[in-house]
Nanobody, 128 residues
Framework: QVQLVESGGGSVQAGGSLRLSCVSS????????MGWFRQAPGREREGVAA????????YYADSVKGRFTISQDRAANTIFLTMNTLKTEDTALYYC?????????????????????WGQGTQVTVSP
């Protein structure tokens, strides 16, 4: 069972930056792709960004392209989400997730149902 632990959330003013981290207990065939989702109150969980742990592909939601960057430290089984130019609409509970490579391609990475493992979430609050 892959375990994911997020950290780095907090409160920031609009225009500010935060960096989220997610440590995976292991990298296996079932966790070859890792990513970030977010869920705001009253809204569905949405994909934010994803990356193959071999570094071959990354994906971003249109709403965060150019502002957020997903990266990884493979030696530490850790992925990061660097969030710049934050907006109030970025306020949400951010989840780290992992899934097998076959579930993680351009047509599916953003679907929560495609992901096998989830962290507990870390809150990001952006104030005006």
């Amino acid at each position: 069972q892959v375990q994911l632990v997020e950290s780095g959330g907090g409160s920031v003013q609009a225009g500010g930056s935060l960096r989220l981290s997610c440590v995976s207990s292991e990298i296996t065939r079932n966790s070859a792709c890792m990513g970030w989702f977010r869920q705001a109150p009253g809204r569905e969980r949405e994909g934010v960004a994803a990356v193959y742990t071999d570094g071959t592909s990354t994906y971003y939601a249109d709403s965060v392209k150019g502002r957020f960057t997903i990266s990884q430290d493979r030696a530490a089984n850790t992925i990061f989400l660097t969030m710049n130019t934050l907006k109030t609409e970025d306020t949400a509970l951010y989840y780290c997730a992992a899934t097998k490579a076959g579930n993680c391609y351009s047509g599916s990475w953003f679907l929560p149902v495609a992901w096998l493992y989830w962290g507990q979430g870390t809150q990001v609050t952006v104030s005006p």
